[in-house]
């Protein structure tokens, strides 16, 4: 049964720095894209971030672009999400995501993701 646990939110001002992490267990983790995904109050779900299995390959989405570096360290199953110059905007509940998948790519859709974490609160304030 594969496990993802978030850690790492909190409360912000505008323009700090945040790191989220995504413990992941269950299976090989080194196999599998991850990702991170948000939900802002009355809002729907929206993808962030996305890394390959091997961690070289990386997509934004447009918003976060240039602020925020995924990235991850296999041989500590764990996916890293660092936020830079948060606004208000970044106000959100973040999930961590994984695919079924072995080497495939994940999806920026969230009913295309298979595993989610409980999510984390992030909250920046102006």
């Known amino acids: 049964q594969v496990q993802l646990v978030e850690s790492g939110g909190g409360l912000v001002q505008a323009g700090g720095s945040l790191r989220l992490s995504c413990a992941a267990s269950g299976r090989t983790f080194s196999r599998y894209p991850m990702g991170w995904f948000r939900q802002a109050p009355g809002k729907d779900r929206e993808f962030v971030a996305r890394i390959s299995w091997s961690g070289d390959g990386t997509y934004y989405a447009d918003s976060v672009k240039g602020r925020f570096t995924i990235s991850r360290d296999n041989a500590k199953n764990t996916v890293f999400l660092q936020m830079n110059s948060l606004k208000p905007e970044d106000t959100a509940v973040y999930y961590c995501?994984?695919?079924?998948?072995?080497?495939?790519?994940?999806?920026?859709?969230?009913?295309?993701?298979?595993?989610w974490g409980q999510g984390t609160q992030v909250t920046v304030s102006s």
């Open positions: 995501a994984a695919a079924r998948t072995p080497f495939a790519v994940l999806s920026t859709t969230p009913s295309g993701v298979d595993y």
